[in-house]
């Protein structure tokens, strides 16, 4: 007699048919009373999910699962995050004979999800297309709202992780952005450009802020970055210089070395190109700036050299 049989009959339990023909009958009977039952994911398949309802294994295909996904295989890459998880489910069918339970998992048994913008929130990548990737942040929650899956384009990904080396199955944390006019959640993994959405950049109109010369190899023009993160064009316009003023600034800035900083004021911005406009303040360096400003490092012959280029 095998151990679990002995130990069976020890303590008074029916026999293996017994036993599951009184499950059986139980889990009937409240399927009759079309009772929605807790239920907890044990496998997967190829087509769905293997389930353990009143004590029964049971199946559940993905077309019938608690949420649905576009493509199948993102189960597989979520499954591990949804074992021995409780959900809720109905029963479908019973056959006895061999015993065979379907169960239906689309029910209504998740509340509305409030993500707050700006916030980050951990994600992993279920699908990558050319456009970028599909982020699932449900188990964030432990699955109390479901399935919530947001759009990550590819241009909103950071300098530490690209889209190339993203991978299906990957875990990053993602700001959430908003939701679109379709209800798609959209989320960046860049945060120089997520705070565009968030209108951090624009709020700087009208500010003096510090801005960092980079000269860059094979270009004329150096970049500007404000804050050292939010690109920028200096205007030497004529509405915002005189002629002979506006050559002069183009001096001074060819004397600057790489990295230097000047102070400008933000007089606008450009949502498409995400780009700050600025005018220099050159006389509050020259006069304070330069000299008080460890950070330029610039030696004194050349700040002789700027200080006759802006007097004369």
Known sequence: MKLIEKIKRILGLPKNKEWLGDLVSELE???????????????IKETGLIVKVSGLYAYMSFNHAFWRYHLVDSWKVIFHKIID??????????????????????????????????KQYPGIVIAKKKFGIFIEIGYYFDWKHGSLVGLLFKQFFGPDYSFCDCQVGDEIETTFIKKNDSG?????????????????????????VNVRIKKLPNREQPEYLVMDKYQALLNLRN???????????????????????????????????????????????VEFGFENSIQNNINPEIIQKIKSLIRN
């Open 85 to 118: 998880q409780k959900f809720y489910c109905q029963v479908y069918q019973i056959k006895k004979n061999p015993i065979s339970i379907v169960v239906n998992g689309n029910l209504p048994q998740f509340t509305e999800p409030e993500l707050i913008v700006g």
């Open 239 to 285: 509405r915002d210089y005189p002629t002979k003023y506006r050559k002069k600034l183009r001096q001074i800035i060819g004397n600057l070395p790489d990295g230097a900083i000047i102070n400008c004021e933000v007089t606008g911005y450009n949502d498409n190109f995400q780009t700050l406009d600025l005018i220099w303040i050159a006389e509050l360096d």
């Open 29 to 43: 009977k409240k399927q009759k009373a079309n009772l929605t039952l807790p239920c907890f994911v044990t496998n």
């Open 184 to 208: 798609q959640l959209l989320f960046s993994n860049n945060q120089k450009l997520s705070d565009w959405y968030f209108d951090k950049p624009q709020k700087l109109v009208g500010q003096i």
